[in-house]
């Protein structure tokens, strides 16, 4: 069992991200946990910190209940370090997984996000993961966590933004810096010349092959 724990309280996010790991790795058995007593969205450090007592307790449950792998499925890697302290088996971040992917599949990438809020985190992070040597940029596309399922003209905001890294950044991956973003994909196709790296995906591989 691979539990991937969603820190936002927003259960139609978990479902979508515990949709991504089943049709990724078809052969392996997830479930999906929402953090109810976590915030509707994370985005900055504030959320990170209200969401990190509620995702470690989940994060404890989760190792006592015998998983073999635990995924952090928030793109801030929150409480990351922590949690793998508690946990027995090994606890991955959507963030780091998707970083690591995309400095495999490409020499150079940038990260899309949705807010500016965000984007001192995921450079802090990308850094901390020894990546920052392959960072073209953090952009933020200025589309709250939640808008990218509600509000119509989400995913196109999201696309300019990951176009203009294409043409801008002079990277050859965008790595897709949400987990509300496992949709945008699709969206994409024809329409750059990157590779998209999405983060629910790249840690669900890692999981399944650990």
Same mark, same amino acid.
Request: aromatic share 4%; charged share 20%.
């Given at each position: 069992?691979?539990?991937?724990?969603?820190?936002?309280?927003?259960?139609?996010?978990?479902?979508?991200?515990?949709?991504?790991?089943?049709?990724?790795?078809?052969?392996?058995?997830?479930?999906?946990?929402?953090?109810?007593?976590?915030?509707?969205?994370?985005?900055?450090?504030?959320?990170?910190?209200?969401?990190?007592?509620?995702?470690?307790?989940?994060?404890?449950?989760?190792?006592?209940?015998?998983?073999?792998?635990?995924?952090?499925?928030?793109?801030?890697?929150?409480? =990351?370090?922590?949690?793998?302290? =508690?946990?027995?088996?090994?606890?991955?971040?959507?963030?780091?997984?998707?970083?690591?992917?995309?400095?495999?599949?490409?020499?150079?990438?940038?990260?899309?996000?949705?807010?500016? /809020?965000?984007?001192?985190?995921?450079?802090?992070?990308?850094?901390?993961?020894?990546?920052?040597?392959?960072?073209?940029? /953090?952009?933020?596309?200025?589309?709250? /966590?939640?808008?990218?399922?509600?509000?119509?003209?989400?995913?196109?905001?999201?696309?300019?933004?990951?176009?203009?890294?294409?043409?801008?950044?002079?990277?050859?991956?965008?790595?897709?810096?949400?987990?509300?973003?496992?949709?945008?994909?699709?969206?994409?196709?024809?329409?750059?010349?990157?590779?998209?790296?999405?983060?629910?995906?790249?840690?669900?591989?890692?999981?399944?092959?650990?």
């Amino acid at each position: 069992m691979i539990v991937l724990i969603n820190p936002n309280s927003t259960v139609s996010m978990t479902e979508a991200m515990l949709r991504t790991a089943r049709e990724t790795v078809p052969t392996a058995a997830f479930e999906g946990w929402t953090s109810h007593d976590g915030p509707p969205a994370i985005q900055g450090r504030e959320d990170g910190e209200v969401a990190t007592p509620p995702l470690l307790d989940l994060v404890a449950r989760a190792s006592d209940a015998g998983a073999c792998a635990i995924i952090i499925a928030c793109f801030d890697d929150t409480a =990351l370090a922590q949690a793998r302290k =508690l946990a027995a088996c090994p606890v991955i971040g959507i963030g780091q997984a998707a970083y690591h992917m995309a400095a495999m599949a490409a020499e150079r990438f940038s990260v899309v996000t949705t807010l500016p /809020v965000s984007v001192p985190i995921l450079e802090e992070n990308i850094f901390a993961y020894g990546l920052g040597g392959q960072l073209g940029r /953090v952009r933020a596309s200025n589309v709250p /966590v939640l808008h990218l399922e509600a509000a119509a003209d989400a995913t196109e905001r999201v696309l300019a933004e990951i176009i203009a890294a294409d043409r801008e950044d002079g990277v050859r991956a965008v790595v897709l810096g949400c987990g509300g973003m496992v949709d945008i994909a699709r969206h994409a196709k024809g329409r750059t010349r990157a590779r998209l790296i999405d983060g629910v995906r790249a840690a669900a591989l890692i999981a399944s092959g650990l």
